[in-house]
C-alpha cells in the first residue's frame, strides 16, 4: 500500500472514530442495564437492550449531533447494519423450513404478506409517507427491530426516515411483549392445539425474543413450532426487503443515485442461510462450524446493538413527539392484520 492510500485510510479511520466509539459505548451500557431494568421491573419482563441503547441515544442526540460524531454514525447506520442483519442468515436452516409443511408456509406467506399491504393503504389512509407504511409493515410482517432496520435501507430518505425507524423498533418492541402475554391466552380461549398454538405465536408475534418467550409459556412442543415458523417469517427477509424497494422505486422514489435499490446484504443473508443449512447437518464440520456461527451471530448481535444506538443518537426526542397517533394506528393495524389472517387461516385448516 503506497504512502497516500495509508495516509488516507488513515484519515478516513480518525473522521469515523468518535461517531463509532460513541455508539459503541451506547450499545455496552444497553448491555449492561438490560438486567438492571428487569430487575427494577420485578424480574419478569424487561425491556431488551436493543431498545434501551435507542433510548440512552436519543436522550445523548444534543451532545451528538455534531459534525464530529455524524460520519460514524452514519457509517454503523448504513454500513455496519447491513453486515449485522446479512449475518442473521446463520440462524436459519431449510431443513427446519421445509419440515413446516406446504399448508403452514402459504399461510404466513399470506399473512406477511397482506400485513405488508396493509402497512402501505394504512400509511396512505392516516396521511403518512409511504417509507412509515413500509417501515411498519414489514417490520410486523418479518422481525421486528431487524426488519424494520433492513428495510430502512432502502426507503428513500425523507425528512423524517430516522424518526419514524426509531418509533417503529419501539413500538414492535412494546406490542411484541403485549402479544407474548397476551396470544397464549387467546389460543387457550380459541382451543388450539399445542402445534396449532405454537404456528400461530411464530406467525403472529414480531420479535423472536417474545416468540420464544410465548411459546415456553405454553409447552415445549408449542415453543419448538412457535421458532420454527418465526425462523421462516426471517428467511423471508430477503424476499420482502427486495419487493418493497422495488415498490417504492416503480412509483417514483429515488434511492440516492440509484434507481434501482440493491441491498446486497440481503442476498448475503440467503448465502448465509445456505451456508447455515448445509454445515450445521454434516457431522464431521458441525464441531468446527457451530462455534464459529455462535462468534458470528454475537458479531451480528453487536453490531445490530451498535448501528441502533447510532440510529438513537441521530433521532431527536422532540421529532419523535411530533409524529403523533397515526404512526401508532399503522403499526397497531398491521398487527391487527397479521393477527387475524394467521389466526383465521389456522382455524380453516384445522
Known amino acids: 500500500m503506497s504512502q497516500t492510500a495509508t495516509l488516507r485510510l488513515t484519515n478516513g479511520l480518525g473522521r469515523l472514530a468518535p461517531g463509532i466509539a460513541l455508539s459503541a459505548a451506547v450499545a455496552i451500557a444497553s448491555v449492561l442495564a438490560e438486567p438492571v431494568v428487569k430487575q427494577l421491573a420485578g424480574g419478569r419482563v424487561g425491556l431488551p437492550a436493543v431498545v434501551i441503547a435507542l433510548v440512552i441515544g436519543m436522550t445523548l442526540h444534543p451532545i451528538a449531533n455534531t459534525k464530529r460524531f455524524e460520519p460514524g454514525m452514519t457509517f454503523c447506520v448504513k454500513k455496519l ?50 417509507g412509515v407504511g413500509a417501515l411498519g409493515g414489514v417490520a410486523t410482517a418479518v422481525c421486528g427491530a431487524s426488519a424494520a432496520l433492513a428495510t430502512s435501507t432502502v426507503v428513500p430518505d425523507y425528512r423524517n426516515k430516522a424518526a419514524d425507524t426509531a418509533f417503529t423498533v419501539i413500538a414492535m418492541n412494546v406490542l411484541s411483549t403485549i402479544a407474548m402475554l397476551a396470544y397464549p391466552l387467546l389460543c387457550a380461549w380459541l382451543g388450539l392445539s399445542q402445534q396449532q398454538t405454537g404456528v400461530m405465536l411464530g406467525a403472529t408475534i414480531h420479535d423472536v425474543a417474545q416468540v420464544v ?10 415453543a419448538n413450532a412457535a421458532v420454527i415458523v418465526k425462523l421462516f417469517r426471517v428467511f423471508l427477509l430477503l424476499p420482502a426487503v427486495l419487493i418493497v424497494g422495488w415498490w417504492l422505486t416503480r412509483h417514483g422514489e429515488t434511492h440516492g443515485d440509484a434507481k434501482v435499490p440493491v441491498p446486497v446484504f440481503a442476498f448475503v443473508f440467503l448465502i448465509m442461510c445456505l451456508i447455515n443449512s448445509v454445515l450445521s447437518t454434516q457431522a464431521g464440520l458441525a464441531g468446527i462450524y457451530m462455534p464459529m456461527r455462535d462468534i458470528l451471530l454475537e458479531i451480528s448481535r453487536w453490531g445490530l446493538l451498535i448501528a441502533i444506538a447510532a440510529l438513537g443518537l441521530g433521532t431527536s426526542i422532540a421529532a419523535m413527539a411530533r409524529l403523533g397517533w397515526r404512526h401508532l394506528a399503522v403499526v397497531t393495524g398491521t398487527s391487527l392484520v397479521i393477527l387475524v389472517v394467521a389466526t383465521g387461516g389456522i382455524i380453516l385448516l384445522g
Open 213 to 222: 418467550g410465548a411459546g415456553q409459556a405454553v409447552s415445549d412442543e408449542a
Open 81 to 130: 447494519l447491513r453486515w449485522a442483519i446479512a449475518l442473521l442468515g446463520l440462524r436459519v436452516a431449510l431443513g427446519d423450513i421445509v419440515a413446516l409443511g406446504l399448508g403452514t408456509a402459504l399461510l404466513v406467506i399470506v399473512a406477511m404478506t397482506a400485513t405488508i399491504v396493509a402497512g402501505f393503504v394504512l400509511a396512505r389512509l392516516l396521511g403518512r409517507e409511504p
